[in-house]
């Protein structure tokens, strides 16, 4: 039996590894000095204003829909998301909130009612200001590639699971900042995010986390 | 209860009988679905309210209809193949029998195959353009046509219309607007396509 298991979990530990080297990744030298680094970006960075483009691929029909817009972080954790292209959707997360505008209309959630919501969220913001690999509620491996550092992350929730099977968050080598965020759903598909044309620390208005 | 005046089929004019295979050439909604159409959404339910991406896309002789939130994540995934329904994915909020029944009725509406028959070339007082209906269980299908065009079908029981199907400014033979409109209970689906 434990023979077994044993051997489970080898197949598991050796298919995690192939799927991450198949794309010219291999597990990572130096984790406490990429972890050191990162944080120490993280901590410095009070803010961000990025582009995003995000692309969606569903496997089983070909397809990837591509979106565009403007990302934008404040310390703590104030979050906007303003999708313009090819359609016009607004999220802002604020003190536990969440406010949602599509066209005309307007939503607001309490972010504690819906804890997979609050899940993904923490890992976003997490992600993006580079404090991920402290999170509990993920298993955690280190793989890197010439250009990129990569930590892979799977959900230990079930219902986050349901979601998004593994994450993979994607540092430049040379700055740490995070360039891409990969979320992968147990069929084929993903919802990839590449930040670009990053701003870091810049001042931005309060207003803009704000809503009514 | 209902006078006979609130009946909207109560001039309803049967002038041919047809069997169904010959209405397998009427227009469907989508002529082409080899490359995938894209479509905001916009779903009200009672009193909830959901927006998201709808793609719709032949694969292996099946209609596939996937709606994800703007940020990507999953709803539900149908594959509507010509003989049979399979649910491939399914976010728990829908995972509801009525709900599952309705969405399968509404969108299924949307990439039929052909419609079966026997079915009735009819006249509707009021109503320009072509019109066929046929049964299906106890209630009735109408399928209203326009220059060659779906531009509306109807699910009613004899005397009520249950569920408005509207399919508006075509181009290239996309409907650029479809809505989907409940009157027995508060349900609408808006869709708007997306040019990519």
Not at chain 1, 6 to 23: K, N, P, R, Y
Not at chain 1, 172 to 195: A, G, N, P, Q, R
Not at chain 2, 29 to 42: E, H, I
Request: net charge neutral; charged share 30%; proline share 2%.
């Amino acid at each position: 039996m434990r023979n077994k298991i044993t051997l489970i979990l080898g197949l598991f530990v050796v298919q995690l590894t192939s799927i991450a080297q198949a794309d010219g990744y291999s597990v990572m030298k130096k984790v406490e000095d990429f972890k050191t680094k990162a944080k120490a970006v993280a901590d410095k960075t009070t803010s961000i204003s990025s582009d995003f483009v995000q692309k969606k691929v569903l496997s089983i029909v070909e397809e990837e829909i591509i979106s565009k817009g403007k990302f934008l972080f404040k310390k703590e954790n104030s979050i906007r998301w303003e999708y313009k292209d090819p359609f016009a959707y607004l999220i802002i997360i604020n003190d536990g909130e969440i406010f949602i505008k599509d066209d005309n209309k307007e939503n607001k959630f309490d972010m504690k009612s819906n804890n997979t919501f609050k899940g993904i969220n923490d890992m976003i913001v997490n992600s993006v200001s580079g404090n991920i690999m402290d999170d509990d509620n993920y298993t955690v491996s280190y793989f890197e590639s010439d250009s990129y550092y990569m930590v892979q992350l799977i959900p230990k929730d079930e219902k986050m699971k349901e979601y998004m099977s593994t994450i993979q968050v994607f540092f430049d080598k040379t700055t740490h900042d995070v360039v891409k965020v990969k979320m992968l759903e147990e069929s084929e598909d993903y919802t990839s995010i590449e930040f670009k044309n990053r701003v870091v620390n810049s001042d931005i208005a309060d207003e803009k986390f704000t809503f009514k | 209860m209902f006078s006979c005046a609130s009946n909207p089929y109560n001039n309803v004019t049967i002038i041919s009988k047809v069997d169904g295979d010959k209405l397998a050439l009427a227009p469907l909604v989508f002529k082409d679905l080899s490359k995938g159409k894209l479509y905001k959404a916009k779903v009200e339910i009672l009193k909830n309210y959901l927006s998201g991406l709808l793609m719709i896309k032949k694969v292996k002789g099946s209609n596939r209809v996937i709606f994800t939130s703007e940020t990507g994540l999953k709803f539900f995934d149908f594959e509507f193949a010509p003989d049979t329904f399979i649910v491939h994915h399914l976010m728990e909020q829908f995972d509801n029998k009525h709900v599952l029944n309705t969405l399968r009725e509404d969108i299924g509406a949307l990439v039929h195959f052909k419609i079966d028959g026997p079915y009735e070339h009819v006249a509707i007082k009021g109503e320009e353009g072509r019109i066929n209906r046929r049964k299906d269980g106890e209630e009735w299908m109408y399928y209203y046509y326009q220059d060659e065009r779906l531009n509306k079908i109807e699910r009613s029981s004899d005397k009520k219309k249950k569920v408005i199907i509207t399919f508006e400014n075509y181009e290239e033979d996309i409907p650029q607007l479809i809505n989907i409109a409940h009157k027995d209970f508060k349900m609408n689906i808006e869709l708007n396509y997306i040019k990519r």
